[in-house]
């Protein structure tokens, strides 16, 4: 049984806003600067500022901003990559919109980098993408300058920032019409060791849900350390179905440290094949010729499938990674490439003369709370932006460098929209704090977590695996409610992650196995193709016993 509520102690401390936003990254604070100056905004962060995913994007932004590039270009390239499942409708919103999220990052003080010897933005190419549209910063660190503008963009525009405090559950009341409505947050404020100091209730006329993805549950990943699908957990908690959790992206390049690696790895830029990188087995033969007509620069979804499958093969002996070679750049991948270039360097490599040794990893998730592109949910009171929602844009794999700027439109949409208008105020439910909560996961079994998703649910995956890894998460989750082998874990920003985690990954399993196809970034070996009956989605939603269950499979599935 997964749990309905987080275990926390007593509120101790109110505080009351017009909007909370949850999460820091580009949707979040683009929501609350857009909220600002007309709302009083409170972003709430479990870490600090800059912890999240957008400081460690790498690609860029994607737009039409080149004259011989159209809008009807980035929508066919996009609808190409969701293999079936985009929203076409909301994808020409998004490209239509693209450009514009570009220039006013710039507006706002965001330094792109210039093209070679000109003036006008440089303009590159990832995989999926038919022409030049990615706009970069320093190279590979166009993340940390979204991030760095729009840090500093909100605070000056006076968004209060609460730090080190962790979202635990949506706080629900009744609006007078009988429906459900979310009128503020639950929040547990921890010191820097994640030690729990107090709890609180935020009140809010309403709640942005910006907290971005879940690819903790696996043991290897692009994603930092608090990447760990909190407010997908909240939103099964709250009564909310997820869509599309299934899809989760597996970045085909990520950097190889060896066997026991764990943890956030090193990400190599899809950018790095948009220089003209090639990828190779051990046995120094291509992988992608013959694959696709991009070849290299094919979606992430065929290229780390690609990987994936000669891996299996063991060529020349080696079944855990492959190669990237960009040694045609020589010096010029110092200066194109500094992050990746000193992520080399730590393990002994040179680019300019050494392939790179990579393998896919867990990076991001194209399902999750639905919502629309500004934001609204099905839950009055809740909006949803970012990595954090399934919108349509992405369908069943995303295009690349498509992320950054979905998490500014959307963001922008949504805080604009608050800065017009609110929900009325809605009294909260009085059982805020439940003392009956069920126990919390033990951290000692977090990494027991990350092994089962990363060796049954990764690129390829068939009824077999996913059916140990129902078990496995099953016994994991009936052994938080005996207690097992283990004291009783207290409530602490590390037993409130890893139950998310624990919930998310049976929820992401669950859709997994009842997915018979393969599609996009869902790859099933004993169902190797996509069937028409399945150009469809699944909700997935946390049950009044706190079992998963899926609907929206085809009867002739």
């Known amino acids: 049984m997964l749990p309905r509520r987080l275990a926390a102690p007593a509120s101790t401390w109110e505080r009351d806003v017009d909007v909370v936003v949850l999460g820091s990254g580009a949707a979040g604070l683009s929501a609350a600067l857009a909220a600002r100056p007309v709302r009083s905004v409170l972003v709430v962060t479990k870490d600090v500022l800059s912890a999240g995913s957008t400081q460690w994007a790498q690609g860029g932004l994607a737009g039409v901003l080149d004259p011989t590039d159209t809008i009807e270009n980035h929508v066919r390239d996009t609808l190409a990559a969701g293999a079936g499942l985009c929203n076409e409708e909301v994808v020409r919103e998004l490209v239509t919109e693209a450009p514009k999220s570009i220039r006013y990052l710039m507006r706002l003080g965001a330094a792109f980098d210039p093209e070679h010897g000109g003036t006008d933005i440089a303009l590159t190419r990832e995989g999926g993408h038919s022409h030049n549209r990615i706009v970069h910063s320093g190279g590979d660190q166009s993340g940390a300058e979204v991030q760095r503008t729009l840090d500093e963009s909100a605070l000056g525009a006076g968004v209060e920032v609460l730090s080190r405090a962790f979202a635990l559950d949506l706080v629900l009341g009744t609006a007078p019409d009988g429906e459900r409505q979310v009128v503020g947050v639950r929040i547990g404020q921890t010191d820097e060791h994640g030690v729990v100091v107090s709890v609180g209730v935020i009140t809010a006329r309403a709640v942005v849900m910006a907290s971005g993805g879940y690819g903790q549950i696996y043991a290897s990943t692009s994603n930092p350390p608090a990447v760990t699908g909190d407010g997908v957990a909240m939103a099964l908690r709250a009564g909310l179905p997820v869509t599309d959790v299934e899809f989760v992206q597996f970045h085909p390049t990520v950097m190889w440290r060896g066997a026991e690696a764990t943890g956030q790895q090193a ?60 040694t045609h750049m020589g010096e010029r991948f110092y200066e194109r490439f500094p992050s990746i270039t000193a992520a080399c360097r730590e393990i002994g490599l040179d680019p300019a003369v050494d ?63 608050l800065a017009w208008e609110l929900p009325d105020r809605v009294p909260a439910d009085p059982d805020i704090d439940d003392p009956m909560a069920p126990p919390l996961l033990h951290p000692s079994r977090l990494r027991e977590v990350g092994a089962v998703m990363s060796r049954h649910v990764g690129v390829l995956r068939g009824a077999a695996s996913l059916a140990s890894a129902a078990g496995a998460l099953g016994s994991i989750a009936r052994g938080m409610a005996v207690g097992g ?26 859709a997994a196995l009842a997915r018979t196809e393969s599609r996009g970034c869902h790859r099933r070996v004993d169902f190797p193709l996509p069937r028409d009956v399945w150009l469809t989605h699944l909700d997935v939603a946390l049950d009044a016993t706190g079992t998963i269950d899926v609907a929206g499979v085809p009867d002739s599935a």
């Open 267 to 326: 990400l190599v830029s899809e950018a790095v094949r948009g220089e003209g990188a090639i990828l190779y087995d051990a046995a120094g033969e291509r992988i992608m010729a013959g694959v696709h007509p991009q070849e290299d620069l094919a979606p992430r979804d065929v290229v780390a499938a690609a990987i994936s499958a000669r891996m299996a093969e063991a060529a020349a002996g080696v079944d855990d990674h492959v190669y990237l070679d960009a």
């Open 355 to 417: 392939r790179i040794p990579v393998a896919p990893a867990a990076h991001y998730v194209c399902g999750g709370i639905r919502a629309g592109l500004d934001g609204t949910t099905a839950l009055r009171g809740l909006l949803a932006c970012g990595e954090v929602t399934s919108t349509g844009v992405h369908g069943a794999n995303r295009l690349a460098s498509n992320s950054l700027t979905e998490s500014i439109v959307a963001g922008t949409r949504a805080g604009r929209d």
């Open 485 to 510: 082998e283990h004291d009783p874990p207290q409530p602490s920003r590390r037993t409130w992650e890893g139950t998310n985690l624990l919930t998310v990954a049976t929820a992401v399993t669950a």
